[in-house]
């Protein structure tokens, strides 16, 4: 119940303002240690959340797409061999991904469903540029690669 509460609200608060990226989104309320909240930025509860349209992908709009593409390349290309790199790219996948919410047209179902999948990633990303070792950063790199391949699962 507390999962559907929490989930509620994540979805109350994002859907309120996609044009609003100096809003806070939700609050982190846990009181676990730090390696907890790591942990947790790595489970993949979320995606059991996202549903299809009718069995068809979602329409997403242009700037979203290509935002997403963006990400992707950024962290192809990108070098990181120090933790200064992997924080320099963080910097720049956060100002792609403020880019996707300050443009967001998208309403309704398809809208819900973007925004389940963007909040992990939101997290992800701001923890990418706040690591403080090699192996943290590798880790926290690959799980954002594999979430924004999720996209393309969903929407179109």
């Given amino acids: 119940m507390k999962k559907i509460i929490g989930l509620l609200f994540v979805i109350t608060t994002l859907t309120a303002s996609c044009k609003n990226t100096n809003k806070k989104t939700a609050t982190d309320t846990s009181t676990d240690s730090t390696t907890s909240q790591t942990d947790a930025l790595f489970?993949?509860?979320?995606?059991n959340d996202l549903s299809l349209n009718n069995g068809r992908k979602w329409e997403a709009n242009k700037e979203t797409t290509e935002g997403v593409l963006k990400m992707q390349?950024?962290?192809q290309s990108e070098t990181t061999h120090t933790?200064?790199?992997?924080?320099?790219?963080?910097?720049k996948l956060n100002v792609v991904k403020n880019e996707v919410v300050k443009e967001c047209t998208m309403e309704g179902a398809s809208h819900d469903n973007l925004h389940l999948w963007l909040y992990p990633l939101i997290k992800k990303i701001k923890a990418f540029s706040e690591v403080k070792s090699l192996e943290e950063a590798l880790k926290l790199k690959q799980s954002i690669e594999e979430h924004l391949k999720v996209y393309a699962t969903y929407f179109q």
């Fill in 73 to 75: 390349t950024l962290l």
């Fill in 83 to 91: 933790i200064e790199e992997y924080v320099h790219l963080a910097g």
């Fill in 43 to 47: 489970e993949t509860a979320w995606m």
